[in-house]
């Protein structure tokens, strides 16, 4: 028996590894080879350099990009904030006809795959004579990250009891100050979340910026568009690992808000 | 208490869509009627689902009646919002809003309705007086007990002053103890601050401590309306007979009817009852209610006594602090129930089963019921 467990331990130890070389290797790889004195991608290491993070900040291109991704991030993310806020209330708080229709419709981006979902917003884009261009692109992720904030917020609305807001009303707040001293307060956690994915996912989002960018590109497009020159390679690989770390800081942070969301709806009134 | 009027519905309906497709509407109240009186402590009392709940939103404004009227104040209030209407909920779970602290909750709806600040923080310290949570301002409703919540509950409530104040079972959160002394405490301060009650409760006991009156509700309908003892002692059926209070449920038959009597046929004997106005005929099933308090245990002597006289025999004695509870089989085999005080039981009222025994009452005790 004991034999047994022993195995089954390390086989659970040496599975959880091998997932966390699969999964970790490649970004830790990343951030190793941009510090590395070569062009070429291989091993052995060649030596230590700052070098490709010096000749980032020289790129006028790129930096360009990385400006159109914030511009597209912000924008897309403030608007799909807004929208997916008022579709949770929506859901959340009305009864009314064709709700569960409303709900799998908003939903629906949330399964089809981004390369339809380009195609099919260039054929409309083109069809109504819209020049594609930066908020093109934000349109495209206003879209795929509206579902997003939707459920978010939906669920921390679901965390607190929907007759707090009658409450209010009934000591004489209207319902837009119930929204906004009330609601939206005790919501907060789940919002800033919500903003932060959004803008993480519309920072990082590829398919669509690809066929909704026109002549301007995103940070993801341009990154792409960088592989065809191998002498600029290691570029794209030190950008990669900066927009890596600075992503995964963004979603810890919006992790984080959202549990301390949860952790004060647990603490709130009775039992 | 003046007799004017402060809250009047008037023929409410109001249904509720029930989800599944094809199903008639569920009645969550029908045809409603009540008049309540300025200064009054009214409780609505019934089992969960009788209507009592949606009758208090209906007032507060978080439901509209499908039809009939809402007055309160002398207006009518259909189509007023909640923070339209001159009154204050306590909500079942008390609804403190958890991000801001007890005073901040007491404050609201002074702060919404733009009172003075000055004047805002005279009436939150009057208010957490009042419930004595004066020293628990600066704490988050997290850190209170149940009864501390509840308390501030009230104090966000009354601090607007409303016309009336509604409390959907405000005490079923709290234990025993505490639940007692709160009746006492919202009976004071309803005195004191005056204002009309109206009161939610599926608790028969916290009703009759508590109210000026009472409405009996059941299945979306009110039964019956009136003080605690009106409602104890002359139930107007079944239903409010066995709700409120134990009480003994005979079927019993009409044999004659002369003036303001009936004779029946009752538990194995005849007895003569006065009528209560009810039109009864001859050979009709009725049924009589006895409260277990009001009946005696005599040992059988063969002798015939004025009033209700039952023949049966103990069947168990069963001690309750301070009554014991007597159940007597009767000749036709219906049982009931008798309370004789358990001080009185060591002496000339022991009995022990088996005994042969004769129950009797004034003919005042028992309660003629149609069906």
Redesign the interface.
């Known amino acids: 028996m004991a034999e047994a467990r022993v195995a089954a331990r390390w086989a659970g130890a040496g599975y959880y590894a091998l997932l966390a070389l699969f999964l970790y290797m490649p970004i830790f790889l990343l951030i190793v080879f941009s510090f590395n004195d070569s062009v070429i991608l291989a091993f052995p290491l060649k030596g230590f350099t700052l070098e490709w993070y010096h000749e980032l900040l020289q790129a006028e291109e790129l930096l360009a990009s990385i400006k159109n991704s914030l511009l597209v991030g912000f924008l897309a993310s403030a608007v799909s904030l807004a929208l997916g806020t008022l579709a949770a209330i929506a859901i959340m708080r009305f009864r009314f006809r064709g709700r569960d229709t409303f709900l799998s419709f908003a939903s629906l981006p949330l399964v089809i795959p981004y390369v339809v979902l380009g195609v099919a917003l260039l054929i409309l884009f083109s069809a109504l004579g819209i020049d594609l261009y930066l908020w093109t692109v934000a349109i495209g992720h206003v879209v795929i990250n509206v579902p997003y904030v939707m459920l978010i917020v939906a669920a921390r609305l679901a965390g607190?009891?929907a007759?707090?807001e009658?409450?209010?009303?009934?000591?004489?707040?209207?319902?837009w100050?119930t929204l906004t001293?009330?609601t939206l307060?005790?919501s907060a956690p789940a919002l800033v979340a919500a903003f932060l994915s959004s803008f993480t996912t519309s920072f990082d989002e590829f398919t669509l910026a690809f066929f909704l960018a026109g002549t301007q590109n995103t940070l993801p497009v341009y990154l792409y568009s960088q592989l065809r020159f191998p002498s600029r390679l290691p570029l794209a690989v030190s950008l990669a690992a900066v927009v890596m770390v600075v992503s995964i800081l963004i979603l810890l942070l919006s992790e984080w808000l959202r549990r301390i969301g949860a952790g004060?709806?647990k603490?709130?009134?009775?039992? | 208490m003046n007799a004017e009027s402060s809250v009047r519905l008037v023929n409410v309906t109001k249904q509720f869509p029930v989800p599944e497709k094809g199903q008639a509407d569920v009645r969550a109240v029908e045809d409603i009627s009540l008049d309540i009186r300025e200064g009054e402590f009214f409780t609505l009392l019934g089992p969960s689902g009788c209507g009592k709940t949606t009758t208090l939103r209906l007032i507060?404004?978080?439901e509209t009646p499908d039809s009939g009227m809402v007055i309160i104040g002398g207006q009518v209030a259909n189509e007023l919002?909640?923070?339209q209407r001159p009154?204050?909920?306590v909500?079942q779970?008390?609804?403190?809003?958890?991000?801001l602290t007890v005073e901040q909750n007491v404050a609201?709806?002074l702060k919404?309705?733009r009172i003075p600040v000055p004047e805002q923080e005279q009436r939150v310290n009057e208010a957490l007086e009042l419930v004595q949570m004066g020293a628990y301002g600066r704490r988050r409703?997290?850190q209170l007990s149940?009864g501390q919540?509840q308390r501030v509950a009230l104090a966000?409530?009354l601090v607007?002053r409303p016309a009336v104040l509604l409390l959907d079972e405000p005490l079923g959160?709290l234990d025993l103890r505490l639940r007692k002394d709160m009746q006492y405490e919202l009976k004071r301060l309803q005195v004191e601050v005056g204002i009309t009650f109206i009161y939610v409760t599926h608790d028969q006991e916290e009703a009759l401590t508590m109210s000026d009156r009472i409405a009996v509700m059941n299945q979306g309908e009110v039964l019956q309306i009136g003080s605690p003892s009106e409602i104890y002692d002359q139930p107007v059926d079944r239903f409010v007979a066995s709700f409120i209070g134990d009480t003994n449920l005979l079927n019993a038959q009409v044999v004659s009817v002369k003036n303001g009597h009936v004779r029946l046929q009752m538990g194995g004997g005849e007895v003569e009852l006065p009528r209560n106005g009810r039109e009864v005929t001859a050979g009709q099933g009725v049924t009589v209610a006895i409260r277990p308090e009001k009946l005696r245990i005599l040992r059988s002597d063969g002798k015939p006594k004025r009033g209700i006289q039952l023949h049966g025999q103990i069947r168990e004695t069963i001690f309750a602090g301070p009554d014991t509870r007597h159940l007597v089989n009767l000749e036709n085999g219906e049982r009931l129930v008798v309370l004789i005080r358990s001080k009185d039981v060591a002496g000339k009222q022991h009995f022990e089963p088996g005994d042969a025994v004769e129950v009797s009452c004034d003919s005042s005790g028992p309660r003629l019921l149609l069906q």
Do not use: W
């Open positions: 607190f009891q007759n707090l009658e409450a209010a009303m009934d000591l004489g707040a209207t319902y100050v001293k009330v307060p005790l004060a709806s603490t709130k009134g009775i039992k | 507060a404004g978080f919002a909640p923070y009154v204050n909920t909500f779970n008390y609804a403190l809003f958890p991000h609201f709806g919404v309705k409703p997290s149940g919540q966000r409530a607007n959160a």
